[in-house]
């Protein structure tokens, strides 16, 4: 799957950012979709910037959504849409207290819109983007709207308040929706050191990462009203510095030789998410920043075969973001962590795209070895297959 950077939010200084157009990706649509082709990505994650849709309460502009729309039909493109993805409209934020009805009819008239013109598609939404990342953002960090300190659990707890009233008015508006999370995968240890109490504190931490999905589930805060059901297709975010020591930080390497002792393999990690919850799983996020992108791609695929291989049913991994782009604070510098890379254009004409040669050849020879090491499983021909690959 090929994702791109779709974020609408306010920035650490209040700025609006909008990656659709920073990217030149809006612009570009046909050609970003064409050059997947050789590389058989058939699957996008795209956004529809809650920002820009709903400048007015309950009233919905999908002209921008029409054009990717559009374009993925033309090149036959699966598009998972992301509903919110850290982006709220200029009079809301996740402590407003209308945040959940307006994001419950948000989510109906978005089903309204598709399924006018796509009535009998395999339909797979994200209602909101990274829960617990959103959360410590804005609720600890300061990062983004509300720009809050101490409040990571109650920007947490409102935004989850909102993603189960929005599946639920997903699932009443069509019952065949899919719904994907994209929570990150961590892991959490305490240094060396550590007595038994401060051992007990970093583990409560590292579990704190199932919260979200624990309360879609019902599992956790039952009185925001998530159920099983609601736990769909797992999805987790997966980055270079998605592991590390606290209390205090520090980062854990993952590409030493020797490997880093602390450092946990991506498929165990795996195994044991999809253990907690019994559902498949997607790698919805994952890419390194500048000349490692290769070795990275090559260590995720050798992970994501011996997941494969211990029976974790993996249904797909994006590379996120596809086209690179900059820091969301200062928009630059550029990341440099795409498959594409951006040559800056200073003319006022778009971005111009250069692929990475040593990723593109790391991504066939990753695509090879995960090919290899998955099981075709036979489908009963009465159920319609998804697509997610």
């Known amino acids: 799957m090929g994702g791109y950077e779709c974020t609408d939010q306010l920035n650490a200084f209040?700025?609006?950012?909008?990656?659709?157009?920073?990217?030149?990706?809006?612009?570009?649509?046909d050609q970003d979709y064409q050059d997947l082709k050789p590389f058989g990505i058939g699957t996008v994650r795209e956004g529809i910037r809650w920002s820009f849709v709903e400048k007015t309460p309950y009233q919905y502009d999908w002209s921008t959504v029409q054009v990717l729309l559009d374009a993925g039909?033309?090149?036959?493109?699966?598009?998972?849409?992301?509903?919110?993805?850290?982006?709220?409209?200029?009079d809301l934020t996740?402590?407003?207290?209308?945040?959940?009805?307006?994001?419950a009819a948000l989510c109906r008239a978005f089903v309204d819109f598709y399924r006018s013109q796509r009535p009998d598609d395999t339909l797979i939404v994200t209602p909101i983007n990274e829960v617990s990342f959103m959360s410590w953002l804005g609720g600890d960090a300061r990062g983004t709207s509300p720009y809050c300190v101490g409040q990571g659990w109650e920007v947490k707890y409102r935004l989850m308040k909102g993603y189960v009233e929005g599946v639920a008015a997903l699932r009443e508006a069509d019952p065949s929706i899919r719904i994907l999370t994209t929570e990150p995968l961590i892991n959490i240890v305490p240094p060396p050191w550590a007595d038994a109490e401060h051992r007990r504190r970093i583990d409560e931490y590292h579990h704190h990462q199932f919260q979200s999905v624990d309360?879609?589930?019902?599992?956790?805060c039952p009185e925001l009203g998530?159920?099983?059901?609601?736990?769909?297709?797992?999805?987790?975010?997966?980055?270079?510095?998605?592991?590390?020591q606290l209390d205090p930080y520090e980062r854990i390497p993952w590409a030493e030789e020797p490997a880093d002792a602390r450092w946990r393999p991506l498929n165990e990690l795996l195994?044991?998410?999809?253990?907690?919850?019994?559902?498949?799983?997607?790698?919805?996020e994952t890419s390194h920043p500048g000349i490692d992108r290769p070795k990275w791609t090559r260590m995720i695929a050798k992970e994501?075969?011996?997941?494969?291989?211990?029976?974790?049913?993996?249904?797909?991994?994006?590379?996120?973001?596809?086209?690179d782009r900059p820091d969301w604070d200062h928009l630059t510098p550029w990341h440099q962590s795409g498959l594409w890379d951006a040559e800056l254009r200073t003319d006022g004409q778009p971005h111009h795209r250069v692929l990475y040669a040593p990723y593109a050849q790391a991504l066939r020879e990753a695509q090879a070895k995960v090919a290899a090491a998955a099981v075709p499983k036979k489908v009963p021909s009465s159920k319609a297959s998804l697509s997610l690959s």
């Not at 996740?94 to 994001?103: D, K, Q, S, V």
């Not at 309360?215 to 956790?220: E, H, N, Q, S, Y």
């Not at 907690?276 to 799983?281: A, K």
């Open 304 to 323: 994501c075969a011996l997941a494969l291989r211990k029976g974790v049913p993996l249904w797909g991994v994006c590379l996120y973001p596809i086209i």
């Open 215 to 220: 309360m879609l589930a019902g599992r956790m």
């Open 73 to 90: 039909k033309r090149h036959g493109i699966q598009q998972v849409w992301d509903l919110c993805h850290f982006g709220y409209p200029d």
């Open 14 to 29: 209040g700025n609006r950012v909008d990656f659709l157009n920073v990217t030149n990706h809006l612009e570009l649509l």
């Open 271 to 284: 195994m044991a998410a999809h253990k907690r919850y019994n559902r498949p799983v997607v790698i919805t």
């Open 94 to 103: 996740p402590l407003h207290p209308m945040f959940a009805r307006r994001f």
């Open 226 to 244: 998530g159920r099983p059901e609601f736990v769909d297709i797992l999805g987790f975010n997966f980055y270079y510095d998605n592991q590390w």
